[in-house]
């Protein structure tokens, strides 16, 4: 059987949340997450199993966080369906054309592979023709810090407010790890950009079905029907190469691909 790399999922937790039929999804990491918060989640349109409280909020669909202030907001957000099993759903939006500056700290940039990774992610931004201009660069200021962290996710990010990116993608490389063969660097790169993604407003592509690419039981992550926008002249047939499903396979590389240009370009 293959192993999936559960990318973007709890690797530790997730992985007994998922085997053990555990009844209690609110509760990870000990911590009782209230009802309160839980129908304010709910009411953004994600699901409320797995939740995790976070240092800076509420992790959710094992790499999203969820700030307060976000919480806090008025639920709302366009919906992007193309194709059958992709749901390019986005929230909050950068304002553009701007230049997005993003950078390693120190860890991640003495770490082999990062930097080239993270040119990487530039260059295919750069590639799919948006109006934000992705640009890697060593010293600061940075409009997205790639920072080193722990924790019992694999990498996380979260949503843009005030029309800015959110500012930080925690990369836990103990599980990722590290390395120079360009099978490594392409994979990394397809981590980084997914998680620049969410930092942007995207969701998961499958967030509509998450076994879609995590395998197992088939999840539906909070999809909500209101305000779908059907793209024209899109494939209707899955596509199972989109850089923002939620799960992927040990050293896959997932480039942009048609779907994904699309929906980059028609919101920037
Ligand atoms: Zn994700």
Redesign the pocket.
């Known amino acids: 059987m293959k192993q999936t790399f559960k990318?973007?999922s709890l690797l530790v937790i997730g992985a007994v949340a998922f085997t053990s039929c555990k009844k209690d999804d609110s509760m990870a990491g000990g911590e009782e997450i209230s009802s309160a918060t839980l129908s304010k989640i709910s009411s953004h349109g994600f699901g409320t199993s797995n939740v995790q409280k976070v240092e800076d909020g509420y992790l959710v669909?094992?790499?999203?966080i969820l700030t307060e202030n976000y919480l806090n907001s008025v639920p709302g957000g366009n919906h992007l369906r193309i194709a059958e099993n992709e749901q390019y759903r986005t929230t909050n939006l950068v304002n553009g054309p701007r230049t997005i500056r993003i950078g390693l700290d120190s860890k991640l940039a003495a770490l082999p592979g990062y930097p080239e990774a993270l040119q990487m992610v530039a260059s295919r931004y750069d590639a799919a023709g948006i109006v934000l201009n992705f640009d890697y660069v060593t010293s600061a200021p940075y409009d997205i810090i790639f920072v080193s962290a722990g924790g019992n996710f694999l990498?996380s990010?979260g949503f843009p407010s005030g029309g800015s990116p959110y500012g930080q993608v925690k990369v836990n490389t103990r599980y990722i790890g590290s390395g120079t063969s360009s099978t490594f660097v392409n994979f990394l790169a397809t981590i980084l950009a997914?998680?620049a993604?969410?930092c942007i407003g995207f969701r998961?592509t499958d967030y509509m079905n998450r076994a879609y690419s995590c395998g197992g039981a088939a999840t539906n992550e909070g999809a909500s029907s209101v305000g779908a926008i059907l793209i024209p002249g899109t494939p209707s047939g899955p596509d199972a190469g989109s850089w923002?499903l939620?799960c992927i396979g040990q050293n896959q590389n997932r480039p942009f691909n048609n779907n994904d240009r699309t929906a980059l370009s028609y919101l920037y």
């Open positions: 990318l973007f669909e094992g790499d999203i990498a990010a997914h998680e993604g969410h998961h923002m939620a």
